[in-house]
């Protein structure tokens, strides 16, 4: 996700969206334990947009 489409959610959204990106990270992170993933660069992916959505939040307050 942008920053740009962070910044138009309310506080409680952006909070939600970053508990479900977490626990998305989490099920890929023990999967790729087990086994390989199909795509790897996904948690990458989830990483970077959990810190846009905590630098958005952090700018709201």
Do not use: C, D, W, Y
Request: charged share 40%; glycine share 4%; proline share 2%.
């Amino acid at each position: 996700m942008k920053a740009k489409e962070l910044r138009q959610m309310s506080g409680e959204e952006l909070r939600k969206k970053e508990t479900e990106m977490r626990e998305e990270l989490f099920k890929l992170k023990f999967q790729h334990g087990i086994r390989r993933l199909e795509n790897p660069a996904r948690l990458r992916q989830l990483r970077k947009s959990i810190a846009r959505v905590q630098t958005v939040l952090t700018e709201q307050v």
